[in-house]
């Protein structure tokens, strides 16, 4: 049995928001499967931020590290094993980063489809796409009103 293989294509660089488009190579044919979305939220990450962990761990809770949100929304939901492979892929952007925490969740978003399917019609204006990605979750998020569409040509979009 092939596996799947995941490619991880740049959209968005802000300073501290990252957009990639995760497609999914079967069989030759690729095909966008979702988005990742990274967020650099400036702070060690607290107990709230990991609600999941057994609450033994939060009487000794000492980590200071940076926390790096990494959200991915697929536009179906996913099987385990596919889970298992983004979750790699995310861990690489930041795993020897020499003080950060990642927290990652994964989320099916349909609504992104439409979002995708509507600016694909629109001359390829991904700016609703991005913005509804950052909205979305972000403990910090940004508008992309002023961006302009140019500014997608350069490796980042700060302005």
Known sequence: MKKNCYFLQLELNCKNH?????????????????????EDVNRPGTPNDFKDLHPVF????????????????????ITEEK????IELAETFI????????????????EVLKLYENSWENDMKMIPVYQWLIDADSENPISLAKLKIDSLNHLSQDE
């Open 18 to 38: 990252m957009i990639l488009a995760i497609n999914e190579d079967t069989k030759g044919a690729r095909s966008l499967i979702g988005y990742m979305v990274l």
């Open 95 to 110: 795993e020897f980063k020499p003080s950060v925490n990642l927290k990652l969740d994964f989320f099916v978003a349909s």
């Open 58 to 77: 939060f009487k000794d809770w000492d980590d200071d590290r940076n926390l790096i949100f990494a959200r991915i929304y697929t536009f179906d939901s």
């Open 83 to 86: 889970q298992d492979a983004l």
